[in-house]
Structure formats: structure tokens, C-alpha cells
Antibody, heavy 120, light 109 residues
Framework: QVQLQQWGAGLLKPSETLSLTCTVY????????WSWIRQLPGKGLEWIGEINHSGNTNYNPSLKSRVTISVDTSEKQFSLKLSSVTAADTAVYYCARERDANSGYPLDYWGQGTLVTVSS | EIVLTQSPGTLSLSPGERATLSCRASQSVSNSYLAWYQQKPGQAPRLLIYGATSRATGIPDRFSGSGSGTDFTLTVSRLEPEDFAVYYCQQYGSSPLFTFGPGTKVDFK
């Protein structure tokens, strides 16, 4: 059974860097791409970016200048950093696994979500 | 960027009724790389349908997906009390790689 467990700071001040990590339990780590998604308060879902075990990344162009996603394959972890946060970055952040290409990469396993609040 | 539009915004129904949710894309979705998710308050989204028509593991057969190109539909044949939630469609393939629709809320009439 695959489980994703995420953690990181939940309260930040403007201009600080958001930092979250997701650990994967069960299943293969190297066979998949891994994503970060966020959900703004009371709103829909926004994809942030993805990474694979080799460190290949793709980012949402709207956030690309501030986002870094990294991987630690030995620990089966991947991490998100979002710099220069503002109140507009307040959201629930999720990590998720992308299923295979034949399926069209749907997000089939999700972390529990972390509420990140940016406030002075 | 492919923009997904979902309708209606809210669907008010009773248990046992049929729910039909629509997702329309601004451009054709490659290879029917269209998925549907269910989200309940305080929970992460749950994958229901992928490849427009395939049910994810453990999803009851009252959930079905159809469509191709720019028009897709999620149908719940007979609503159970646990099906009242928000449903999102999502496409893969165009930059940004993943985009989501704004969601349809299915609530009690």
C-alpha cells in the first residue's frame, strides 16, 4: 500500500521561503514522477511542479521563478521550496504520485495536505 | 494553456438520483488524458476516473466517465450519501502539464 506523508512549516512571514517534504512509503519510487499541488482557500487546485528519481523537473510557468523541487532517492523523499512568499501563497499544499504514461499520468496517491499560512 | 470549464457549479440532488457533471476543455485534450477526482471537506482529492473512461482501483461502478476531444462527462448512476462532495476534472499534457477545472459541488437537495 502506497502512502505519502508530508511535513513542513505551516506559518510563514512574507518574503520567507516555504519548505515542504514528502516521504513515500510502499511501492516503487523510481518508476514514477512526483508532483506538488496546492489549493487556495475555498478555491480549486493548482499544479506547482513535478520531479522524478533522476531529478528531472517540470514547473508551472506561473510559479517557475520561485519554485525548486528536489529529490532524495535514498530516502524516497521529494521536497518543495517556494521563495519570497506572500499572502497569495496561503494554501493547502499536497504531494502526489503520478501514475504511468499509459494512464495519462493521473494523480493516484496523495499526501494528507499541509496548510501553509503566510501572515506578518 | 488548456482551460477546463465545469458545469454546473452546484448540483442539488437527492440520494438515489443520477448525477451528470460536465467538463469542457478550451482545446482538445491529448490522448483523452482526462481524469476526475472527488474531494470531501478536509481531505485530499481522490482519483475516480483516468483516461476519460477508466475507473481507478476500488471505485464503485456507479461512477463512469465518457467523452473525448473537448467534452467530457462524469456520471454517478445512483447517488449514495457518501457521494456528496466536490468533483474536479483535470487534464495532462499541455503547459502547464496539469490543469484542473474549478469543480462541481454535488449537494443535498
Amino acid at each position: 500500500q502506497v502512502q505519502l506523508q508530508q511535513w513542513g512549516a505551516g506559518l510563514l512571514k512574507p518574503s520567507e521561503t516555504l519548505s515542504l517534504t514528502c516521504t513515500v512509503y510502499g511501492g516503487s519510487f523510481s518508476a514514477f514522477y512526483w508532483s506538488w499541488i496546492r489549493q487556495l482557500p475555498g478555491k480549486g487546485l493548482e499544479w506547482i511542479g513535478e520531479i522524478n528519481h533522476s531529478g528531472n523537473t517540470n514547473y508551472n510557468p506561473s510559479l517557475k521563478s520561485r519554485v525548486t523541487i528536489s529529490v532524495d532517492t535514498s530516502e524516497k523523499q521529494f521536497s518543495l521550496k517556494l521563495s519570497s512568499v506572500t499572502a497569495a501563497d496561503t494554501a493547502v499544499y499536497y504531494c502526489a504520485r503520478e501514475r504511468d504514461a499509459n494512464s495519462g499520468y493521473p494523480l493516484d496517491y496523495w499526501g494528507q495536505g499541509t496548510l501553509v499560512t503566510v501572515s506578518s | 494553456e488548456i482551460v477546463l470549464t465545469q458545469s454546473p457549479g452546484t448540483l442539488s440532488l437527492s440520494p438515489g438520483e443520477r448525477a451528470t457533471l460536465s467538463c469542457r476543455a478550451s482545446q482538445s485534450v491529448s490522448n483523452s488524458y482526462l481524469a476526475w477526482y472527488q474531494q470531501k471537506p478536509g481531505q485530499a482529492p481522490r482519483l475516480l476516473i483516468y483516461g476519460a473512461t477508466s475507473r481507478a482501483t476500488g471505485i464503485p461502478d456507479r461512477f463512469s466517465g465518457s467523452g473525448s476531444g473537448t467534452d467530457f462527462t462524469l456520471t454517478v448512476s445512483r447517488l449514495e450519501p457518501e457521494d456528496f462532495a466536490v468533483y474536479y476534472c483535470q487534464q495532462y499534457g499541455s503547459s502547464p502539464l496539469f490543469t484542473f477545472g474549478p469543480g462541481t459541488k454535488v449537494d443535498f437537495k
